[in-house]
C-alpha cells in the first residue's frame, strides 16, 4: 500500500513538471448560469443547521446578473459549502488564490475567507475542523480587529501569518490575492494592489529561527549602557536650604512640661521660608556610554532548512467554512491558477469593471436610506405631536402598524424612484 502511495505522489509530481511553464486554471468560478451553481458545490450535512447560501448581488452592484455570488443569508450562524475539482500540486509552480467578497451588511464579526482542501476532504462532512491546507482572507471581529489570515498547514500543524495584514471593511466589493511562488516566497495583494510581500520563512514559524543568541556570551560587568549620568563635579551650594520644615527657634517649653510623663520636648515645626526644593545634581552626557549592549547571536544548531514549506500535492477543493454574526457577504470570481498575469487580468475584468459603478449605486443607495430615515423620523414626531395635542385622546385609535405601513410605503416610492434615477443616468 505504501509503495502504492508512494507511485501516484511521483506520477503527480512528473505530471506537475511536464505543465511547469504553461499557463493552468485549476478552478474558476464566477456563477454565469443561475442556479447551476447548486449542482457544483455542495453543503455540508456535519450539523444540521448551516447557514444557508443564495445567489445574489445585493442591495447595490454594476451589473445585477453579473455581479450574483454566493451571499449569506441568516445571521448568528455557521456556514460550510465547497466545490471540487481536479486535483492539483503547486509544488514547483506558482499557486494564486483569487476571489472577491463583499460585506455589504457591515460586517461586524466574521469570516470572509476560503479555505483550499486535500482530496480526501468528504465535502458532506466539512466542519472547522475538517484538515485544511490553506485559509486566506478578512477575518473580522470587533473594532480594529480586521485582518487578512493566511495560515498554511505544515508538519500536522497549523500556521499563522506572523505580519498583519489590514483587510477593508467598507461594505464595497474587495478583490483579494495570495501568490505563492516556488521560491518560498509570497505576495498579498488587495484589489490588485500590493499589500506585502515576503519570505515564507520570515513571516511564518514553520521552522525554528535561523539565528540564536548566544548561550554564552554576557554583557561585560564595566559595560555603560546610561546615556546621562549625574555630574560627579556639581556639588550643592552652603546656603542650600533643602528642608522644607524646620524647628521653630522662638518655641519654648512649656513649664508644666514633665518629660517623665510627656516624653523628651520637641519643638514643633514650621515651614522653612528659605526652603528651595530637594538639590540634585544636573544631568550631562555620559562620557563612558557605550551604546545598548547587544547579544551576539549564532548559527541556530537546530534549524534545518525545509524546502516542502507550502508544498500540497493533491489540492482539490474550495470551501467557504465561516461563522457570523451579521449574515449578508457576497463571495464571487474564485481562481485558483499558476499564473499571476492571468489572475490580475481575471480581476481587471471582474472586480475592476464593477467597482466605480457598485460605489455610486452603493452611495445613491445610502443617500436613500438617509432619507428615508429622515422621513420616517418627522412623520414619527408629527404623529407624536398630534397625540399631544388631542387632549381627549381621539386620535389614539391610530395604530403604529398604519405609521410603519405609511413610512414603508413611503420610504419604498423614494428608493425605486432614486433607482430608476440612477439606472436612466448610467444610461
Same mark, same amino acid.
Given at each position: 500500500m505504501k509503495g502504492l502511495r508512494l507511485l501516484l505522489k511521483l506520477l503527480l509530481v512528473a505530471s506537475t513538471l511536464g505543465? $511547469?511553464? $504553461?499557463?493552468?486554471?485549476?478552478?474558476?468560478?464566477?456563477? +454565469? /448560469?443561475?442556479?447551476?451553481?447548486?449542482?457544483?458545490?455542495?453543503?455540508?450535512k456535519h450539523q444540521p443547521d448551516y447557514g444557508k447560501f443564495q445567489l445574489a448581488a445585493g442591495k447595490f452592484y454594476g451589473d445585477k446578473e453579473k455581479d450574483k455570488g454566493l451571499?449569506?443569508?441568516?445571521?448568528?450562524?455557521?456556514?460550510? *459549502?465547497?466545490?471540487?475539482?481536479?486535483?492539483?500540486?503547486?509544488?514547483?509552480?506558482?499557486?494564486?488564490?483569487?476571489?472577491?467578497v463583499k460585506h455589504e451588511q457591515g460586517i461586524d464579526c466574521g469570516g470572509g475567507y476560503v479555505k483550499l482542501f486535500p482530496a480526501t476532504l468528504n465535502q458532506e462532512d466539512m466542519h472547522s475542523e475538517s484538515k485544511y491546507y490553506i485559509m486566506f482572507g478578512p477575518d473580522i471581529c470587533g473594532f480594529g480587529n480586521n485582518e487578512v489570515k493566511i495560515i498554511f498547514h505544515h508538519q500536522e500543524k497549523y500556521h499563522v501569518n506572523n505580519r498583519t495584514i489590514k483587510c477593508k471593511i467598507n461594505k464595497d466589493t474587495h478583490l483579494y490575492t495570495l501568490i505563492l511562488r516556488p521560491n518560498a516566497t509570497y505576495e498579498v495583494k488587495i484589489d490588485n494592489e500590493l499589500v506585502i510581500s515576503?519570505?515564507?520563512?520570515?513571516?511564518?514559524?514553520? *521552522?525554528?529561527?535561523?539565528?540564536?543568541?548566544?548561550?554564552?556570551?554576557?554583557?561585560?560587568?564595566?559595560?555603560?549602557?546610561?546615556?546621562?549620568? +549625574?555630574?560627579?563635579?556639581?556639588?550643592?551650594?552652603?546656603?542650600?536650604? /533643602?528642608?522644607?520644615?524646620?524647628?521653630?527657634?522662638?518655641?519654648?517649653?512649656?513649664?508644666?512640661?514633665?518629660?517623665a510623663m510627656d516624653g523628651?520636648?520637641?519643638?514643633?515645626?514650621?515651614?522653612? *521660608?528659605?526652603?528651595?526644593?530637594?538639590?540634585?545634581?544636573?544631568?550631562?552626557?555620559?562620557?563612558?556610554? $557605550?551604546?545598548?549592549?547587544?547579544?551576539?547571536?549564532?548559527d541556530n544548531p537546530e534549524y534545518k532548512p525545509d524546502p516542502t514549506i507550502c508544498h500540497y500535492y493533491n489540492i482539490s477543493v474550495l470551501g467557504l467554512d465561516l461563522w457570523q454574526v451579521k449574515s449578508g457577504s457576497i463571495f464571487d470570481n474564485f481562481l485558483l491558477t499558476n499564473d499571476e498575469e492571468f489572475a490580475e487580468e481575471v480581476g481587471n475584468n471582474t472586480w475592476g469593471l464593477r467597482k466605480d459603478r457598485e460605489k455610486q449605486w452603493r452611495e445613491v443607495y445610502e443617500e436613500i436610506q438617509k432619507k428615508k430615515q429622515a422621513e420616517e423620523a418627522k412623520?414619527?414626531?408629527?404623529?407624536?405631536?398630534?397625540?399631544?395635542?388631542?387632549?381627549?385622546?381621539?386620535?389614539?385609535?391610530?395604530?403604529?402598524?398604519?405609521?410603519?405601513?405609511?413610512?414603508?410605503? /413611503?420610504?419604498?416610492?423614494?428608493e425605486d424612484g432614486a433607482a430608476r434615477a440612477f439606472r436612466k443616468n448610467e444610461l
Open positions: 505543465t $511547469q511553464g $504553461q499557463r493552468q486554471v485549476y478552478f474558476r468560478e464566477e456563477f +454565469e /448560469d443561475g442556479d447551476g451553481w447548486k449542482k457544483r458545490w455542495v453543503e455540508s451571499q449569506t443569508s441568516e445571521d448568528a450562524k455557521f456556514y460550510a *459549502l465547497s466545490a471540487r475539482f481536479t486535483p492539483f500540486s503547486n509544488v514547483n509552480e506558482t499557486l494564486v488564490v483569487q476571489f472577491s515576503g519570505e515564507l520563512e520570515d513571516d511564518w514559524d514553520f *521552522l525554528p529561527p535561523r539565528k540564536i543568541k548566544d548561550p554564552y556570551a554576557r554583557k561585560p560587568r564595566k559595560w555603560d549602557e546610561r546615556p546621562q549620568i +549625574e555630574d560627579p563635579e556639581d556639588k550643592k551650594p552652603e546656603d542650600w536650604e /533643602d528642608f522644607e520644615f524646620i524647628p521653630d527657634p522662638e518655641a519654648k517649653k512649656p513649664d508644666d512640661w514633665n518629660e523628651e520636648w520637641e519643638e514643633p515645626l514650621i515651614p522653612n *521660608l528659605k526652603y528651595k526644593g530637594q538639590w540634585k545634581p544636573r544631568i550631562i552626557d555620559n562620557p563612558n556610554y $557605550q551604546g545598548e549592549w547587544v547579544h551576539p547571536e549564532i412623520k414619527k414626531r408629527e404623529k407624536e405631536k398630534e397625540r399631544e395635542d388631542d387632549i381627549w385622546g381621539l386620535d389614539e385609535e391610530d395604530s403604529e402598524e398604519d405609521l410603519e405601513e405609511e413610512q414603508g410605503n /413611503d420610504g419604498q416610492m423614494l
